[in-house]
């Protein structure tokens, strides 16, 4: 098995009006899902578009399976699936139309697993798409990706609008997916609890930085979340954060990467309980205090 | 000649409509050549709405085309081919079959030498069509689905005036001055829009949603107690709409300037001036119609059904106002000697008729839907000729018009775009107070806690 990366991105950054993406230096594996998780114009889509060649880098380089963006375009355009809510397909009047344009560009079209996936979706060739809800646009664009056998699934919010049977019909074709372990899927979403249950690496981008970027487990295990009793001033140590205080109730967020557990001994602080993380919890806590973090 | 890839995207039928209307007016611009060539001396411009069908397509096709495995290299053959290449077939095969067959049967009336021209115009028409395309693009990339809109509107006004200048100019070979001027501004106009579109071409990237995070709004649940009703807060609204629709008439304003550059008004334009009234009257129509475009915003709003019918005239007079001034000034320099009382009124009755079509949309777009208004829109132009016809007669020194003596005319006219303004206005008001299709007002919801009263 070949150990080129899935996504290479060195020294990428993205300029646009006043808002910045980048520099982000960053690997992806292939054979994972990555979860890119971030706040309302944090860059999520900007980040896929790059990657996808939809856009131009002010600088840096974007490596995809070994190739090079923009030299290598259309190879990577043709490994590469991408589905994004924005895509609009009303001008080939019917879903089948619009598959069998879009079908002649890709030698590894399986028609059969698109006809499967149609029945899944409960879409039909003869729909008109401009009648399609939101949910219906959204499946018609999954099942043009997932009818190939690209190497990388870029997916920009693909559960948005879609119903529960069609979210595990998408869960499931992605693990199906993942079962190579060459292919690689990125899913930009804010259903945390369902990526959380999906993804087994995490990449939290937040003001157009990447403040995170690991496996699922350890990113979790790298996060405490602690509710405790102090006098005093809360503690200022790095990779101590403070969420919440009420009175002498504080409630911190530990780094235990910069911060090991018997840092707090000489704070006096007593734990009243370790809270659980999940991704949400770890999301909040993170978008709320980004510049230290960041830092 | 082309790869298997420009192929697939220069031959896709899509969409269907759009493809058989085209081939429709085709064969329709393919009888007008004939006929012209018989000695029929008619302008066609069947020919460059069949362009415009074909390559409508294109632009709402481009974003598609970029996620394509499709190299730059194909992407650009394809837009080329799409908006010039085979529209230029096109119109060599029409003209090619018009004139065999003129041949063969014996009855051409005109020389070779005319043929060529003709067919150069019409190629140079294509030619300005593809070019000025892009600008629409690059508006909808600037400004959004308002820049979208009056985008599509400079669109349809700059090929409507190309279209009856340079057919004008073959038909009638009234090869002046004015009309080489304004073909030249023209020709300069479109020569930009290309060096636009080869720097923005139609597949480009949408960078609109590259925008940086807003600060967090202020907590403003303290105010959702006062009352958002009240007539203050409707004309804050007011103020703040129609600082957009300035914008976008500023757009609009230029789009005219220019259009009236290749149009230019007046008493030398005998026998053509209805084709320049009819245009430009549709466009003011058409802008005044804009507003309603955010009528499913207002409607979101605690304002009531009075207040949003005052609200949407008001904003549809607001949009025409700032184009018609423009216009005036510029019709006004490119013809000093036409500019006299009578001028003045034909123009003023001109915005009037445009205003109370454009009031009228609204109620028809309440209540048959925003596709269905394009057939009024269509219809109407029926009625609007007419009065068109009667400002033409004005303009022109006729004495009567349709046995009516001309110094009624304008009045009679007045009264009558009035009217259908005002009726607009109440068909507005109970489309939105009672209408089975009207967003009803619904109260503000309660800012408390549910179950907190127990």
């Avoid at chain 1, 059969?112 to 219906?136: M, N, P, Q, V």
């Avoid at chain 2, 298997?4 to 611009?29: A, F, H």
């Avoid at chain 2, 466009?283 to 009531?304: C, E, H, K, W």
Wanted: proline content about 5%.
């Amino acid at each position: 098995m070949t150990t080129t990366p899935a996504i290479e991105l060195s020294d990428l950054y993205c300029k646009s009006g006043t808002f910045a993406l980048g520099p982000i230096n960053t690997t992806v594996p292939r054979g994972c899902v990555l979860a890119l998780i971030g706040p309302n114009g944090a860059g999520k889509t900007t980040l896929l578009d790059l990657i996808m060649g939809l856009g131009r880098p002010n600088r840096g380089h974007i490596q995809i399976l070994g190739l090079s963006q923009p030299v290598d375009e259309v190879a990577i355009k043709a490994r590469v699936a991408y589905v994004n809510p924005d895509l609009n397909f009303n001008v080939w009047g019917t879903v089948g139309r619009a598959i069998d344009f879009i079908r002649g560009f890709y030698p590894d079209w399986d028609a059969e697993r698109c006809d499967r996936l149609l029945k899944a979706f409960e879409l039909k060739r003869t729909d008109k798409i401009h009648t399609l809800s939101f949910g219906g646009r959204i499946k018609l664009s999954l099942i043009m990706a997932l009818s190939r056998a690209a190497d990388i699934l870029l997916l920009d919010e693909p559960t948005v609008g879609l119903d529960v049977n069609a979210r595990r019909i998408l869960f499931h074709e992605i693990l199906e997916i993942v079962k190579n372990e060459s292919r690689t899927v990125v899913i930009s979403s804010h259903q945390l609890d369902d990526l959380e249950r999906l993804a087994d690496r995490c990449a939290i981008l937040i003001g157009g930085q990447l403040i995170a970027m690991a496996p699922m487990d350890g990113l979790l295990d790298r996060y405490r979340q602690i509710d405790g009793l102090i006098e005093g001033r809360a503690p200022t140590i790095e990779g101590v954060r403070v969420l919440a205080r009420q009175d002498n109730r504080v409630r911190l967020l530990i780094d235990r990467s910069l911060c090991l557990d018997d840092a707090l001994t000489g704070w006096n602080l007593q734990v009243v309980a370790d809270i659980p993380m999940t991704l949400e919890d770890l999301f909040v806590a993170l978008a709320a205090h980004t510049p230290e973090v960041a830092a | 000649m082309m790869s298997p890839n420009v192929r697939r995207l220069v031959l896709d039928l899509s969409p269907r409509l759009q493809v058989g209307i085209g081939l429709m007016l085709w064969i329709i611009s393919g009888l007008m050549a004939a006929l012209w060539m018989q000695g029929n001396m008619s302008p066609n411009f069947f020919m460059i709405f069949m362009t415009w069908s074909f390559t409508l397509g294109v632009t709402q096709k481009a974003s598609t085309w970029r996620i394509l495995p499709v190299s730059a290299k194909d992407l650009g053959q394809a837009q080329w081919w799409c908006l010039w290449g085979l529209p230029f077939l096109a119109v060599l095969i029409t003209v090619g079959i018009a004139a065999s067959v003129g041949a063969g049967f014996g009855w051409l009336g005109v020389s070779g030498v005319d043929i060529c021209v003709y067919a150069g115009a019409e190629l140079t028409l294509v030619f300005l069509m593809g070019a000025i395309l892009p600008v629409t693009r690059v508006l909808s990339s600037t400004f959004g689905p308002s820049g979208a809109t009056t985008g599509t509107i400079v669109f349809i006004v700059t090929i409507l005036s190309l279209a009856f200048r340079w057919t004008g100019v073959v038909a009638f070979s009234t090869l002046r001055p004015e009309i080489l001027a304004g073909t030249a501004l023209s020709v300069t106009l479109a020569a930009v829009a290309y060096g636009l579109s080869a720097r923005l071409p139609l597949a480009l990237p949408n960078t609109r949603r590259l925008k940086a995070q807003k600060s967090p709004a202020p907590d403003r649940s303290a105010d959702a107690t006062k009352s958002a009703t009240g007539w203050n807060a409707l004309f804050r609204l007011a103020l703040k709409v129609a600082m957009t629709v300035l914008l976008i008439s500023a757009v609009v304003a230029i789009a005219i300037v220019l259009a009236c550059g290749v149009t230019p008004l007046g008493e030398t334009f005998d026998a053509q001036d209805i084709l320049q009234y009819v245009p430009l009257v549709g466009t003011l129509t058409a802008i005044g119609y804009v507003p309603f475009l955010s009528q499913r915003v207002l409607a979101g709003l605690p304002l009531s059904a009075l207040q949003r019918t005052l609200m949407l005239h008001l904003m549809s007079v607001t949009t025409q106002f700032p184009v018609f001034g423009a216009m005036m000034i510029v019709t006004a320099i490119m013809n000093p000697y036409a500019v006299n009382v009578t001028w003045v009124i034909a123009r003023c009755v001109f915005v009037l008729t445009a205003l109370s079509f454009a009031a009228a949309m609204i109620p028809v777009a309440l209540r048959f839907g925003q596709k269905n208004v394009l057939w009024f829109y269509g219809l109407a132009a029926t009625p609007g000729a007419f009065g068109m016809v009667a400002l033409n007669s004005l303009d022109a020194g006729e004495p009567t018009w349709l046995g009516i003596d001309m110094a009624y005319v304008p009045t009679l006219l007045t009264l009558t775009v009035l009217a259908i303004y005002g009726l607009g206005v109440i068909w507005t008001y109970l489309e939105l107070a009672f209408g089975r299709a009207a967003y009803r007002h619904q109260p503000l919801a309660p800012t408390a806690w549910r179950g907190s009263g127990s």
